[in-house]
């Protein structure tokens, strides 16, 4: 498994099919996403576990999947980050 970084833009005309999309994944789908739309930013963000990113795109409602962007992520630690500057 590794994580994945979702970003799931839309507009304020498809807000509402886009939420009902996420809802129709399921409750526990809808409530890995953050939204920006109570702001006016019409978008939604999560960080998810997945064996690969088309499997983390699957979390993406059909009606905006076309927008979304997923990109694995990692942390990084501070030996990592020690390790890099002696390179």
Known sequence: M???MIES????????AALDGTLAKGPDVLAKFEFGCMTGNHCAWAIVEA???ASAKALVPSEV???ARVV?????TPDQIRA????
């Open 84 to 87: 890099f500057h002696q390179r």
């Open 9 to 16: 833009p839309h507009t304020k005309a498809e807000c509402l």
């Open 65 to 67: 999947v076309s927008k």
């Open 2 to 4: 590794a994580k994945y």
């Open 72 to 76: 694995r992520v990692d942390e990084i």
């Open 51 to 53: 064996p690969n990113e």
